[in-house]
């Protein structure tokens, strides 16, 4: 017997076919609560191995566990039921073989429900996302800036900044559309080269700080809601949410303070009020 929903899910496969047509909108999100503020008006979810910075203070992304990310991948998928659900392979989940790559892909799948899984690098990870395709597992590839990679790459900077640099990131794009990749990240790069990128493969790009010119764009949701301490140059702010908690916060510590923290009274109160 199969359950039906009322609403369908987006897939892998949908979001492929968007390719060159509407632009596909992403955001990451970690919690059951943000995820289904986001759904509503987004293609993909990105449970993105930023969470390691985001939710948890670390200085880089290196630490995470696959075990957080399926903790919260889990989460997003009950808070959401419209959008694909991407889940971020953490740095030591996928590099070390094929079959590596694939028993903790399938344990994502698996353990989460989410849709598909995300990770980083270009024609080096080539023959393990087709080792992962051919075996049901949908990768979404990321390029250009790989953050996972700060330990050999020393810090967070644009990628191609000059066109003689271009190359790798030209083969690495290639590298991960002909493996089976269903769509690409493109990381800090400028725009001359997103658009070149963007033209050479037949999946859909999604850029973050690589401007217009790719298939769909994503941020880290708290960085364009003004809650992140420190954001790359690149975000654009959707909003200003901290100084509204902190307001909301202080509004209740004094209330708290001064004992005028409202008692049940003030609720039956309310209850009695209606009709
Ligand atoms: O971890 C993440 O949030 C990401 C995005 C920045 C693309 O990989």
């Given at each position: 017997m199969s359950i039906q929903k009322d609403v369908k899910r987006l897939t892998a496969p949908d979001i492929r076919a968007r390719k060159g047509g509407d632009a596909i909108v992403m955001l990451t999100s970690y919690h059951a609560h943000t995820a289904s503020l986001v759904d509503k008006y987004c293609d993909v979810i990105l449970v993105g191995d930023s969470l390691g910075m985001v939710m948890h203070g670390l200085e880089t992304t290196v630490p995470v566990t696959l075990d957080m990310m399926i903790l919260q991948g889990h989460a997003v998928m009950r808070g959401s039921e419209r959008a694909l659900v991407v889940v971020d392979m953490p740095f030591g989940s996928y590099e070390a073989s094929r079959e590596q790559a694939f028993m903790n892909a399938a344990r994502v799948l698996k353990e989460t429900g989410c849709g598909a899984i995300k990770l980083e690098g270009g024609a080096r990870m080539a023959e393990t996302i087709r080792f992962l395709v051919e075996r049901g597992v949908p990768v979404m590839a990321h390029v250009g800036l790989t953050p996972q990679s700060i330990n050999t790459i020393g810090s967070f900077r644009a990628q191609?900044?000059?066109?003689?640099?271009?190359g790798p990131i030209e083969q690495d794009t290639l590298a991960v559309s002909q493996a089976g990749a269903f769509s690409v990240v493109i990381e800090a790069v400028a725009e001359p080269l997103a658009r070149k990128l963007t033209a050479a493969v037949p999946i859909p790009t999604i850029g973050i700080g690589a401007s217009v010119a790719c298939d769909g764009q994503v941020l880290v949701l708290e960085d364009m809601l003004g809650l992140s301490p420190r954001v790359p140059k690149f975000v654009k702010r959707y909003g200003d949410l901290g100084p509204g908690i902190e307001k909301a916060v202080a509004d209740y510590a004094a209330e708290v303070r001064s004992r005028a923290f409202p008692g049940p009274e003030h609720v039956y109160a309310m209850k009695t009020k209606k009709p």
């Open positions: 191609g900044r000059d066109e003689g640099d271009w």
